[in-house]
């Protein structure tokens, strides 16, 4: 998000005596694709999920993936006042970068209406668009699994839809996002630009679909973890990588939470956070072998990657670089 405009929408937050729990995660959100942010005011604190956009229209509001009873909260360069009616008629909250808002919630009520933009930001300070809607993360899904088993390219779309774990229809779409924005060739059934893509999806994945399928969060030691019997389990960030011998943190995708696992680990929710859960969100792809998979596994490499990447920690961003390094057909097929 450009400068002047992620300054202006944290000026007018603190004018109308907003808080965000996590500055860092406001200024680190990406351009359509909604993720977590709690605003808190003194008269409550809620929990969104947020998005930076400059379509802020109902329209577009009401294709944004957001789950069931969340509160959807757009912030934009400009939301003109015929838009900003429909989205408070709808009860979407907004924030612009002239300060026009609307917020309604735990008692706070803040409407303000009319402001006009400073002249840079009403001529027009848009975002690159060269993977908007791409990167939702229901399409995100299905582009890591093209990325991880390109296989799947020569494969019916409801195999794709099947290893990407979302329907046949969000599968077409995907695959003719990716040969409008030059990423695929649909005659040859092959990726463009593999390099750019894999990393615009690492890119997404960490306030999109990483945060998305984020289940729960404990405290305890990675060095020792009972993952047996809990079902499919994969095995990501610095945990899976056999060079770091003494990994702080534990990155784990399962199919299904089992509250055993916690048991028998003993981890807590207590303390900093180093045990993170994710679902996972994708079906296994084992077209190398008719073995069947054993669990715990190493998840898919193009998700370590992103797991460590995600970090900003320079052990796991060197670790990255070497698993990276060691799956090079992915970037360079």
Not at 150 to 155: F, N
Not at 288 to 299: L, V
């Amino acid at each position: 998000m450009e400068s002047t405009i992620r300054t202006a929408l944290e000026n007018h937050l603190a004018e109308y005596d907003l808080g965000v729990d996590d500055p860092a995660r406001l200024r680190n959100l990406a351009w359509d694709i909604p993720a977590p942010l709690r605003i808190s005011h003194p008269l409550g604190t809620h929990k969104f999920r947020a998005v930076f956009t400059d379509t802020p229209t109902l329209t577009h509001a009401l294709q944004l993936e957001v789950g069931a009873g969340e509160s959807l909260l757009l912030l934009a360069p400009v939301i003109h006042s015929r838009s900003a009616d429909g989205l408070r008629s709808a009860g979407i909250q907004f924030l612009d970068a002239a300060g026009n808002a609307y917020f309604r919630f735990d008692g706070a009520v803040i409407d303000v209406r009319g402001r006009r933009p400073s002249p840079p930001i009403a001529q027009g300070h848009r975002p690159p668009r060269s993977s908007a809607g791409l990167l939702t993360p229901r399409r995100a899904q299905v582009i890591f699994a093209l990325l991880s088993w390109p296989v799947l390219l020569g494969a019916p779309v409801r195999a794709l839809a099947a290893a990407a774990n979302v329907s046949v229809g969000q599968a077409q779409s995907t695959l003719k996002l990716l040969d409008e924005q030059g990423f695929l060739d649909r005659y040859s059934r092959t990726l463009l630009r593999t390099e750019r893509l894999a990393e615009q999806w690492v890119d997404a994945f960490a306030t999109g679909l990483g945060p998305k399928t984020l289940a729960h969060t404990f405290h305890g030691d990675p060095l020792r973890m009972d993952l047996a019997d809990c079902g499919p389990v994969y095995v990501s960030g610095e945990k899976a990588t056999p060079w770091i011998k003494q990994p702080e943190t534990a990155t784990l995708y399962m199919a299904e939470f089992s509250p055993k696992v916690v048991f028998n680990n003993r981890w807590r929710t207590d303390g900093v956070a180093n045990i993170m859960i994710h679902t996972s969100f994708w079906t296994a792809q084992d077209h190398d072998t008719q073995q069947p998979p054993h669990f715990p596994a190493p998840a898919p490499p193009l998700l370590v990657y992103a797991d460590l990447k995600s970090t900003g920690e320079t052990r796991q961003l060197e670790a990255a670089q070497r698993v990276k390094d060691d799956h090079a057909h992915i970037w360079h097929p």
